[in-house]
């Protein structure tokens, strides 16, 4: 089991920064990849961001690259979105997510994920 708690969200205007932060507990954080999602409502969860266990290799939605960075501290056992330049598009519940299938690399998909935290909302105003 791995149990995992977001913070961070808020209300920004745009072209602010917010910066999400994911702790997780319960298994070894070094031995799963973790993942940033958002969701609005009536829509299908997105991929925002992904992170390979050792933080080494990541992968960004085209909507995040250049203005998001998603980083890992396996010391803390936390994962962090630094959100900049951000739009009202920008808006949704981003959620943090742990794969543990060892074989996945860097999934989109978020049926590929085992674990989910229970969301942060993030609101960019115009």
């Known amino acids: 089991q791995v149990q995992l708690v977001e913070s961070g969200g808020g209300l920004v205007q745009a072209g602010g920064s917010l910066r999400l932060s994911c702790a997780a507990s319960g298994r070894t954080f070094s031995s799963y990849a973790m993942g940033w999602f958002r969701q609005n409502p009536g829509k299908e969860r997105e991929s925002v961001a992904v992170i390979s266990r050792r933080g080494v290799t990541t992968y960004y939605a085209d909507s995040a690259k250049g203005r998001f960075t998603i980083s890992r501290d396996n010391d803390k056992n936390t994962v962090y979105l630094q959100m900049n330049s951000l739009k009202p598009e920008d808006t949704a519940v981003y959620y943090c997510?742990?794969?543990?299938?060892?074989?996945?690399?860097?999934?989109?998909?978020?049926?590929?994920?085992?674990?989910w935290g229970q969301g942060t909302q993030v609101t960019v105003s115009s």
């Open positions: 997510a742990a794969d543990l299938n060892y074989y996945n690399l860097l999934a989109r998909d978020a049926r590929e994920y085992d674990f």
